[in-house]
């Protein structure tokens, strides 16, 4: 019985490299490879240091823009499973980043809001991305970054780009509107 596991390939039949697919971009998908990984390089470093992960941050993040989030508009944006956000949200409570409250007008909703160390956390891991964008766009015109939120957007699977929509821009209820 020969032995194929050094076989070796008739350069006619080895397959054309990948990057000769005109079709794929591969130069920008490598390009988001490379700023993903450096875009969550600083936030990882400080979250492994507490123990948490991507998913703690992003809970953070979004807590953080939409004060008085519900669990089920959190699942909703982060398209998790109840159990995935119900393991790093107990993390986060009981780390005390995070606390629930009753919803005002349904006591079965728990609103989601960040303590002041929650709050401290958020920011401290946005901080460094903050840089990263800011330096990205310090030698673009001004209204270049209006090219550079629509390319994001784009990105964003259309049946979720009102939701991004939303998120960005919540003005968080006044007490005389939740009463």
Not at 34 to 51: I, K, N, Q, V, W
Not at 149 to 164: P, S
């Amino acid at each position: 019985m020969a032995d194929t596991s050094a076989r070796r390939i008739d350069p006619a039949e080895e397959p054309a490299p990948s990057s000769e697919a005109p079709e794929i971009d591969f130069d920008l998908i490598e390009l988001f490879f490379f700023a993903y990984r450096d875009f969550t390089s600083d936030p990882d470093h400080m979250l492994d240091e507490l123990g948490f992960g991507r998913a703690h941050h992003r809970i953070l993040h979004f807590i953080n823009r939409r004060p008085g989030l519900t669990v089920a508009e959190l699942l909703d944006v982060l398209q998790i499973t109840k159990q995935s956000l119900a393991r790093v949200l107990k993390q986060l409570i009981d780390t005390g980043h995070v606390m629930q409250v009753q919803g005002p007008r349904d006591r079965r909703q728990r609103e989601l809001h960040l303590t002041a160390k929650g709050r401290a956390l958020a920011l401290a891991l946005a901080a460094p991305q903050s840089r990263r964008i800011s330096r990205a766009l310090a030698d673009l015109k001004p209204e270049d970054r209006s090219t550079v939120e629509h390319f994001l957007k784009e990105m964003v699977n259309r049946e979720f780009r009102q939701q991004v929509d939303n998120l960005g821009h919540h003005e968080p209820e006044s007490a005389e509107e939740r009463s």
